[in-house]
């Protein structure tokens, strides 16, 4: 069997294993495969088209996947206004129950219930703000 052959079976084989991780390493050990095929079929010595596939494998890997991984994974979308209070930890002001309570939260002062409605929260406790239902902080206490 021709040595190029061998190199587009091997290419084909990490292309499709490349689907099922998406990772984008082996589509790019994939590529470095075809090349070396084009390589191997113009009539380069094996120890050449090793050399060949280590050189742009090493090539794909250190230059074209971490620019490739930027352009994927997007940058956390920041909140804001009133979504930007949820996971913020608050300092209870009058004690909090499942119907009313007073928290303040970054210098202002919210209306605040108890998000487990059988729960009583003392004033001076620390909570965490799970949700904002109006103009209402729904908080549970932390631990």
Sequence with gaps: MDAWVIWVILAVVLGVAEIFTLTASLGLLGAAALLTAATAALGLPVPL??????????????????????????????????????????????????????????????????????????AGATVDIIEIEGATALVYPRE
Excluded: C, N
């Design 49 to 122: 088209q090793l050399i060949f596939f280590a050189l742009s494998s090493a090539a794909g890997l250190f230059v074209l996947r971490p620019i490739a991984m930027r352009h994927v994974q997007q940058p956390q979308l920041q909140r804001f206004g009133v979504e930007a209070l949820v996971g913020k930890p608050a300092y209870v002001v009058s004690e909090v129950t499942g119907r009313d309570g007073r928290v303040r939260v970054g210098g202002e002062e919210w209306s605040a219930r108890a998000y487990d409605e059988t729960l009583v929260i003392p």
